[in-house]
Every structure is written in C-alpha cells, then in structure tokens.
C-alpha cells in the first residue's frame, strides 16, 4: 500500500510549544502533502512538497521530505489553541492514474 | 470562486432507504472524488471522476453506491437501500487536474443511518 502513516495518532502540547509529525509511506511518490481538518469536516491544504523537494516553509510550518526515507514530517511552531485539529498527510504516487491516498491522521490538542 | 459545496449538511434515513447526496466542485475544476470518513477514522477513497468519467469504480464499497457526474460539474453519489454501517461522512474534493495535484474539499455530508 502506498498509504502515509501518520505517527503519532494523538499529541497533546501546551501553547508556545512546537509539534512534529511525521508520515510515512511506500511507494515512489510526486509529491505529498499536508491537510488540517477540524471537527470532522472537510479538509484544508496546507502545504505540498514535490519529490525533488526536501524541505518546503509556510509562515510557522515546515515540511521535510526524505525520499530515501519515505517520510516526511510536518513542524508547527510557536503552537496556538487554534492549531487543534487532525492533521493529515496524502501521497500522490508516481505510477498509476494520481488520486491521493491519506493517513488516518494525528489528532492535535494544543491545550492554553 | 465559490468553494467545493455539498448537499445536504447532514442527513438522518432510515435504514433500506436510498440517499442520495451532490457535490458542487469549484468551477473549472476537471477533476472531482469522492471519500468516506467513519467516525475518528482517516479517508476512505471511493471514487473519482476526470471531466465526467469515472474509470475506476472498484473503491466504491459495494453495488449499492454508485456516482455520475454531468456537464464536468455536479456529482451525485447515491447510495442504495441504506445500512447502519454507511454512517460516516462523505466528502467531496475536486482539483484542477487529476494528476496529484491539490484538493480542495467540501465541508462533506453528514449521513446517519438508524
């Protein structure tokens, strides 16, 4: 299965703190990304990094990729309340026709 | 434009029933999917369309789903003589192209079966 795995399911921090992240995969990939989710609704893109990529910023994120690796992981910074939510990753692999397939996701407290 | 939206918000049936649920993408956008999310469960693919085609059918869960998309816009996927077990909820992305390119979702459907 080319599925990213999120790792870990759930991560509870203070405010001010940082969360990592991180997604694995399996198969040769075009680019992965990264996707919030609040209260079980629809998704929001965050960032995408593309396979010849290894490290990509968004205001207080940062994605790293490890092609040699097949992981990836997602950084926040600086975390807010606001920041909880579940946070996913989905592969677009590098063969067949490219949907995404997605982790089941880190659920994200971050506690005031 | 508008965003991805999706029809209705939530949606309580009683089991047998058929549903049957819309998905509006974002105009111009050639690409559209289908994904199932039970509850505190990650994204289940079902289906996808590029322009009104939908080449692969083999995500959906069974013959009681089945999807159709017209004009390269509106989807439906309809679910046929409902049970407990298609409570979840169905989101609806589209994209500009199918190539792994980003995905913008609607805020999905809320389907409960009693």
């Known amino acids: 299965s080319q599925q990213g795995e999120e790792d870990p399911q759930a991560l509870s921090i203070q405010e001010g703190e940082n969360a990592t992240m991180n997604c694995s995969y399996k198969?040769?990939?075009?680019?992965l990304q990264w996707y919030r989710q609040n209260s079980g609704r629809g998704l929001v893109h965050l960032i995408l990094?593309?396979?010849?990529?290894r490290e990509k910023h968004s205001g207080r994120l940062r994605v790293t990729l490890d092609t040699s690796k097949k992981s990836s992981s997602l950084l926040i910074t600086a975390s807010r309340a606001a920041d909880t939510a579940s946070y996913f990753c989905?592969?677009?692999?590098?063969?067949?026709?490219?949907?995404?397939?997605f982790g089941k996701g880190t659920m994200l407290l971050v506690s005031p | 434009g508008a965003g991805v939206s999706q029809s209705p918000s939530n949606k309580v049936t009683e089991k047998g029933k058929d549903v049957e649920l819309r998905c509006d993408p974002i105009?111009?956008?050639?690409?559209l999917y289908w994904y199932r999310q039970r509850l505190g469960q990650g994204l289940e693919f079902l289906i996808y369309?590029?322009?009104?085609?939908?080449?692969?059918k083999s995500g959906l869960p069974s013959d009681r789903f089945s999807a159709e998309r017209t004009g390269e816009s509106v989807s439906t996927l309809t679910i046929q003589r409902t049970q407990q077990e298609d409570s979840a909820v169905y989101l609806c992305?589209?994209?500009?192209?199918?190539?792994?390119?980003?995905?913008?979702f609607g805020p999905g459907t809320r389907l409960l079966v009693l």
């Open positions: 992305a589209s994209s500009l192209v199918l190539r792994g390119e980003t995905q913008y």
């Open positions: 198969t040769s990939i075009n680019n």
């Open positions: 990094i593309r396979s010849n990529e």
């Open positions: 989905a592969v677009s692999s590098a063969s067949g026709y490219s949907t995404l397939t």
């Open positions: 105009s111009g956008h050639t690409a």
């Open positions: 369309f590029q322009g009104n085609s939908a080449p692969d």
